[in-house]
């Protein structure tokens, strides 16, 4: 079936298991109904489950508590009680009576503060619904926020006053405090949401309110003695209803009453001393205990407001994607968050011996007001709000403002909230051209509705999208927010993008093996020998040491035996190579091969929507992440905090027609790239990027033939359009418009990078060139042979890597086997083609034989860049022959030269050379350094195409324009090969990226003169100069406007590595 095309504009509302779980327990702890909804009802109360979890209390002298706690336990008790009852009236609850519509709400609270003041009503020794222990407020014998009116007039000015000084913060100067507490949390790259936001909260009461700066670690002190004097408060309800509370932030250690009052008395002085002037001697002592109470009970709201904002950002069922939060919108989310997650829940008040309750939480869900979806989270117009919020007991109006009871900190609270939440929904600073954003470890979980709604939770800085990957451009698209919401989507067991929690059995890393769950074992295998190289290379990548043993056979070889089609080639398996890694390649190999390859997509894989792309994208970075890795040399692409190599050039968008021209004139297409002489293509352009000869071979039951000729007409600003493509398995040639344009494109790209990957890269690079190098001066050259050292440098590890390679991608049932779609016998076909089809040429041959117009094939970055780099290498390697070898003569008479000349294990590559000479010598061993380093760069440099799943892959399904996740991630494990730490061929000079000139010296061992030695350096120093003028010229024609369609690097020497890589 043709594959549905992406909406561009929203995500699918699929969500994980994990993400399910969580979202029901959000019903298990939470009605979000209210009692009057017709839309979402309460429901039934497990009666049972509340009697026998309650009967304790049932038996205390307080009703209070036994009602409360099924309260607790249940929250929709209270809305199933009230169910059905008329406006207007209250419902008894908890010894007293409760209200919990909305309008009875605000007309009471507007009644209550005159009621208080002529003594109609009174308040008692209680926070919200909390009824408080006296013993624990020594000036009074009650806190003094609900203290009478005589002592709330005595108070009221004197907080009023330093709430609203004019050191107070508005929401932009929040945001920068807020942006400082954050930068310092990245330094350690994580913060809890709830205790660490506390701890700062203290810290911003503490120095605005009163001017005094306490440090983190004071506090924290402050936090413990704020948590033992609310768990002390509470000490005198029944242990069982305390232990039903679950309140994180009430401590299980109850701190003697003693050491209780005398800590109080502490800070009491302190505040005491900074209070203003005007606060008369008298008032000075209750006054400081207000603020204290403001600091520990009264200020307390604007953490788990936080919090549970925090919460909602990163829960997809609460608050639907896509999200970007602003100046625009943040005052009405913040509402949102206290209208669904207020603080302070209830406002009490007595009326005679009745306790009324005025539910705030139940009136700030009444469909009454805030309609039929009250339950849900949804920003509303602000007017509403403004109006209507109860959460801070909004209308408790009285004649004389000291009289009134609306929380008198709200003005900070709600901007305090709004900036924080502006600072974390922005891109966070980091080091470099890194784009930073906080994410969730886990799903944020909800808690006891008396717990402040959510359990607490990490946030931890993610800083590794630095722009270096293609992919990344289009996922920072999405903002930070969006970006944490899909990083904790694709990170959960059972997800489509992951199905994480099938192992591998010994795994080096279980963080990352959890983003291969949904891969077979194939793909996991090839996922843990691949890192397993990189690690063990990499442990080795600054050695430098000069190979000294005498010239042998090797005494093992694995044979890449092509039944009889071209000549065995066989790889050494010896040359210090760790037999550790390498038997547990052979043995994770087996199990590979021992398993059927089933190219039937499990639908958890697929990848269509725009959400799948990116979260594929998402999930190769973070499944290849990596911790620990040493700083790579400054110009390799080798990366310290990933598996995969750096994208010296990457695509925003790489499937659009630009792109492909880019990647045609730029990419890997140069290698393929000829005048157009097909007659049934000539309409559409003179120059076509022809991979044709792949649709000759046939494919596995699932996937399509490769192959396909893409044309591109030149205009004369040299500009080129990409016309038509010849898609081979279609027989048809489609063109920009037409329906199949997106699949051809697809098709073209994957043929592109298979072709290479195979052929250029793997046969003929690896196995071929690199091979031959450096299996035969092992065997016939000896250590103070000057080839042989010259070769050493341009050969470092090259047996280990090539015996590895050929152990996972050669065989029957292999991983290249299994990527690619090709039956194993077609696979021998590419594998056989490639090595019979190698001729040795030198590079201006090469550039010679190319069928272009002068003018098109001159501006190729592979030939203008690399025709220099060539001629540089070529007048070094020139120079040092010279020195060693005069004459022809010298160098046929050499036994050593002669038997090096033969390649035994190679025979392809010894029947392409011209018979032994000075000069046939000079230009082996010059294309020979061209061909490991700046040559393998660019058939190895698939890092770009890999990385997003519409890139580039070696198969291709019927109707589909992107790979599934299985390819996805066996095509990068290939690829995280390639970014394994290497030796440089220019080096920087810093620590571990050393010049190799040394291993050219033969003064004292090898018997000749100093000055032999000292004219190498020389030669030495001015390739290393001109090399290093290319590549600032090389950097000038890929700056922008320079004529490029977009950077190529390939053949910058900077970049150049000293032997092949994976």
Avoid at 172 to 185: M, Q
Avoid at 768 to 776: E, G, Y
Avoid at 871 to 881: A, G, L, N, R, T
């Amino acid at each position: 079936a043709p594959e549905p095309t992406p909406d561009e504009n929203n995500f699918d509302a699929e969500f994980s298991e994990e993400e399910e779980a969580a979202a029901d327990e959000l019903s298990d702890w939470w009605f979000w109904g209210h009692s009057d909804s017709t839309v979402h009802p309460p429901p039934d109360v497990p009666s049972a489950k509340l009697f026998f979890a309650t009967l304790p209390l049932k038996f205390h002298s307080d009703a209070f508590y036994a009602e409360f706690a099924q309260h607790i336990l249940c929250p929709h008790y209270l809305d199933k009680k009230v169910q059905g009852t008329p406006a207007g009236s209250a419902c008894p609850f908890a010894g007293g009576v409760a209200f919990t519509r909305h309008a009875d709400i605000k007309k009471k609270l507007a009644e209550v503060p005159e009621q208080l003041v002529s003594g109609e009503a009174t308040r008692r020794n209680e926070l919200a619904n909390l009824k408080l222990d006296p013993k624990v407020f020594p000036l009074t014998d009650i806190i003094l926020l609900c203290g009478n009116v005589e002592m709330h007039r005595r108070l009221s000015p004197h907080i009023r006053a330093l709430l609203n000084n004019p050191s107070m913060p508005d929401r932009d100067g929040w945001k920068k405090e807020a942006e400082a507490f954050l930068a310092t949390c990245a330094l350690k790259r994580r913060f809890k949401a709830k205790e660490e936001v506390g701890t700062w909260w203290f810290q911003m009461m503490w120095k605005y309110i009163i001017g005094i700066t306490l440090t983190v670690a004071e506090a924290q002190e402050f936090g413990k003695f704020q948590s033992a004097w609310l768990a002390s408060a509470l000490t005198s309800a029944p242990n069982t209803f305390v232990d039903k509370l679950h309140l994180d932030n009430v401590t299980s250690d109850i701190w003697p009453l003693d050491k209780l009052l005398e800590v109080q008395v502490q800070y009491r002085k302190k505040i005491r001393a900074k209070l203003p002037d005007n606060v008369p001697e008298g008032d000075r002592d209750i006054v400081a205990q207000g603020i204290l109470e403001v600091f520990s009970f009264g200020g307390i709201s604007v953490p788990p407001t936080i919090h549970a904002a925090m919460a909602v950002l990163f829960r997809r069922d609460i608050l639907l994607s896509p999200v970007e939060i602003n100046e625009g919108n943040i005052e009405a989310f913040i509402y949102e968050v206290t209208r669904l997650f207020p603080t302070v829940q209830g406002f009490c008040y007595y009326k005679g011996n009745e306790r009324q309750h005025l539910e705030l939480a139940h009136g700030l869900r009444d469909p009454a007001v805030w309609g039929p979806d009250s339950h849900k989270f949804t920003l509303k117009d602000l007017d509403l709000y403004k109006k209507n919020h109860i959460g801070f007991a909004n209308g408790a109006v009285a004649k004389s403002v000291n009289d009134t009871k609306e929380c008198p900190g709200q003005h900070i609270a709600l901007p305090a909230s709004q900036g924080f939440i502006l600072a974390l929904a922005q891109w966070q600073p980091s080091k470099g051209k890194q784009l930073a954003y906080w994410a969730p470890k886990s799903v944020p979980r909800p808690g006891a509705v008396f717990n402040n709604w959510w359990m607490d939770f990490d946030v931890v800085i993610q800083d590794w999208m630095d722009g270096d990957q293609t992919g990344e451009s289009l996922l920072a698209e999405l903002g930070p927010i969006e970006m944490a919401r899909l990083l904790q989507h694709i990170g959960h067991a059972h997800h489509k993008h992951s199905k994480l929690r099938a192992l591998l059995g010994p795994s080096r890393d279980a963080e990352q093996n959890r983003y291969l769950g949904a891969c077979n074992l194939a793909t996991k295998m090839f996922f843990e020998i691949t890192r397993g190289q990189y690690q063990e290379l990499a442990m080795n990548h600054t050695s430098h040491e000069i190979d000294m043993t005498p010239p042998r056979k090797t005494d093992r070889y694995f044979e890449l035996d092509f039944f009889g089609k071209t000549p065995t080639i066989r790889l050494p398996t010896q040359d210090g190579v760790a037999y550790r890694l390498r038997d547990e390649i052979m043995a994770k190999m087996r199990i590979v091969q021992g398993t059927e390859i089933d190219d039937s997509m499990d639908p958890s894989v697929r990848v269509t929507t725009k959400e799948d792309r990116l979260g594929a994208i998402m999930l190769v970075q973070q499944a290849y992440r990596r911790s620990g890795g040493k700083e790579p040399p400054p110009n390799s692409i080798s990366r310290p905090d990933s598996y995969l190599p750096k994208a010296m050039s990457t695509f925003y968008d790489i499937t659009t027609d630009d792109a492909q021209v880019a990647i045609a004139k730029c990419g890997m297409g140069q290698l393929y790239l000829k005048a157009n002489k097909n007659e049934y293509l000539k309409a559409f352009g003179d120059v076509i990027c022809d991979t044709g000869v792949l649709a000759t071979l046939s494919v596995r039951p699932s996937f399509e033939r490769l192959g396909a000729i893409a044309v591109f007409k030149r205009e004369s600003n040299d500009k080129w359009t990409l016309t038509a493509i010849d898609w081979k398995h279609g027989d048809k040639v489609v063109k920009p418009g037409e329906s199949e344009w997106e699949h051809a494109k697809w098709v073209w790209r994957c043929s592109l990078i298979t072709h290479m990957t195979a052929v250029h890269h793997l046969v003929q690079a690896h196995w071929l060139v690199a091979n031959a190098l450096s299996a035969t001066w092992r065997e016939t050259m000896r250590p103070f042979h000057p080839v042989r050292r010259l070769l050493q440098v341009i050969t470092y590890n090259t047996t280990s890597i090539n015996h590895n390679s050929a152990l996972s991608l050669f065989p029957n049932g292999g991983m290249l086997h299994r990527m690619s779609p090709y039956p194993y016998e077609e696979l021998q076909k590419v594998f056989t083609a490639a090595a019979e089809g190698w001729k040795f040429r030198t590079w201006p041959e090469e550039y010679a034989s190319v069928d272009l117009p002068e003018s098109v094939k001159s501006k190729l970055p592979i030939y203008q860049d690399g025709l220099e780099v060539y001629e540089v290498m070529h007048e070094f390697v020139k120079s040092y022959i010279d020195l060693y070898y005069p004459d022809d003569d010298s160098v046929t008479s050499c036994p050593d030269l002669n038997a090096y000349w033969k390649f035994p294990c190679v025979p392809q590559y010894a029947r392409s050379l011209p018979p032994l000479s000075k000069k046939a010598l000079i230009d082996q061993l010059t294309r020979g350094m061209f061909d490991v380093t700046g040559y393998h760069e660019f058939v190895g440099y698939v890092v770009a195409y890999t990385t997003d799943p519409a890139g580039a892959c070696l198969q291709v399904r019927p109707g589909r324009n992107m790979c599934d996740l299985q390819e996805l991630l066996a095509v990068n494990s290939l690829v995280a090969g390639t970014g394994t730490p290497m030796p440089m061929f220019v080096p920087s000079g810093e620590p571990g990226d050393e010049d190799w000139l040394h291993q050219l010296d033969l003064t004292s061992d090898g018997g000749f003169p100093a000055s032999k030695f000292e004219t190498v350096s020389k030669h030495y120093e001015n390739m290393m100069s001109k090399l290093k003028q290319i590549s600032k010229t090389v950097e000038q024609r890929n700056a922008p406007g320079a004529g490029r369609d977009m950077p190529c690097v390939a053949m910058d020497p900077l970049t150049f590595e000293r032997s092949v890589s994976l």
